[in-house]
């Protein structure tokens, strides 16, 4: 029984992950800040799998608390740091939130983890990274484009900093996951997104609107060159997602991996329109959804969706689950929470 730190344990991601981290047997011990999570999420997860992990609520932001919470916990043996402020409008307001939210932690962690022993790390990167790919479906090894953020250039030197760190530290194994478009909750409703204020993203607005929370959705954008006009994404069901993260942990503490750091994309290698988005939706839950064409909105790809061939076959892991199967969970937690 492995014992994983999971930072931002409580977020959307980082709680799906806890439940199939637990699953699978580890001890996990989550830190949060609940800066963008409830502290009910803790109770959603123990829940579904029988055992409540140890919580902490901890400010990575603050050094001295990050060494202190190592000095007592030194057989941690992997982290999966998902902690990091993510709404990317809000970074282009205040830019220096962002680093030092993003990347100052990132620091603290990996200096903890660089005079231990043997330490293994996940990092949750974004498909961001790529921008506007020339080539369909993305493969890894697709150029790094200069960032349309400073949420996105907080993901791409977070890689950075963790590759160079890699190369001088023998000890630190490091993974980062390049995620697409995570949607969808847990099957059970237990867990789910929890956006604060208006959603930013797709399916959040779309269930919110279905249930009545919202008038109308925008559909940013129908004369985009794709074969609807509408841009087209990958949507990964956040259980597919989580389940990545316990492989690539595996893979760590395993010693199967090929070098001290290495990066996967996790998605499900399906391009979706939002106008598909928006049948899928309609389909599952047999509703129609109020929406209207918009303006494009600025900072939008037109296509991004993954070549998930090295995934599949270096960490023998691929997404399950449908985009129906996704849009139905989204709906079913939207419901629950909801009281629909
Ligand atoms: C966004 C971020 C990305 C981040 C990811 C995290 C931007 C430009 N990108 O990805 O950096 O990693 O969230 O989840 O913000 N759409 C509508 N109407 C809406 C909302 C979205 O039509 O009300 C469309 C968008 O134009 C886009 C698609 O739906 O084509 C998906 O949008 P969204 O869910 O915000 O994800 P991304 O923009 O792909």
């Known amino acids: 029984m492995d014992k994983i730190l999971v930072t931002g344990g409580l977020g959307f991601i980082g709680s799906h992950t ?21 502290i009910d999420v803790l109770s959603g997860i123990t829940s579904i799998t029988g055992k409540s992990p140890v ?11 990050v060494q202190g919470f190592f000095k007592n916990h030194q057989d941690i043996k992997g982290v999966i740091h998902f902690a990091a402020s993510k709404a990317v409008g809000e970074s282009v307001q205040n830019p220096l ?20 022993p043997t330490s293994n790390f996940i990092f949750s990167s974004s498909c961001t990274v790529y921008g506007q790919a020339d080539v369909m479906p993305i493969t890894e090894n697709a150029p790094v484009k200069s960032a349309e953020s400073p949420y996105g250039n907080t993901k791409q030197i977070g890689e950075e900093i963790i590759q160079d760190t890699c190369n001088v530290v023998p000890n630190l194994k490091a993974i980062s996951l390049r995620y697409f478009n995570p949607i969808g909750a847990h099957p059970t409703a237990k ?7 208006v959603p930013q993203n797709l399916v959040p607005f779309i269930t919110q609107t279905a249930a009545g929370l919202r008038d109308c959705l925008s559909v940013f954008g129908d004369d985009y060159p794709t074969p609807d006009g509408t841009c ?7 259980v597919d997602l989580a389940k990545a993260h316990v492989v690539a942990l595996q893979r760590l503490l395993s010693g199967n991996n090929e070098a001290n750091y290495e990066t996967f994309n996790v998605g499900t290698g399906v391009g979706s329109s939002v106008l598909e988005v928006i049948q899928s939706f309609e389909r599952v839950s047999g509703l129609s959804l109020n929406y209207k064409i918009a303006p494009r909105r600025e900072g939008d790809v037109i296509q991004a969706y993954a070549n998930t061939t090295k995934a599949n076959n270096v960490l023998g892991w691929k997404a399950q689950s449908t985009l129906d199967d996704a849009m139905k ?7 629950q929470i909801r009281n629909l």
Request: proline content about 1%; aromatic content about 10%.
């Open 232 to 238: 087209i994404r990958d949507y990964i069901h956040v």
């Open 97 to 116: 939130k962002y680093y030092e939210n993003n990347l100052n932690t990132l620091v603290y962690v990996l200096q903890e983890l660089s005079v231990l």
């Open 55 to 65: 919580f902490e609520i901890l400010d990575l932001k603050d050094i001295q608390k």
């Open 18 to 38: 806890v439940v199939e981290l637990q699953n699978e047997g580890f001890e996990v011990v989550v830190i949060d800040d609940l800066s963008n999570s409830s």
């Open 329 to 335: 969970s989204a709906w079913l937690w939207e419901k």
């Open 191 to 197: 867990i789910g997104e929890l956006p604060i204020g």
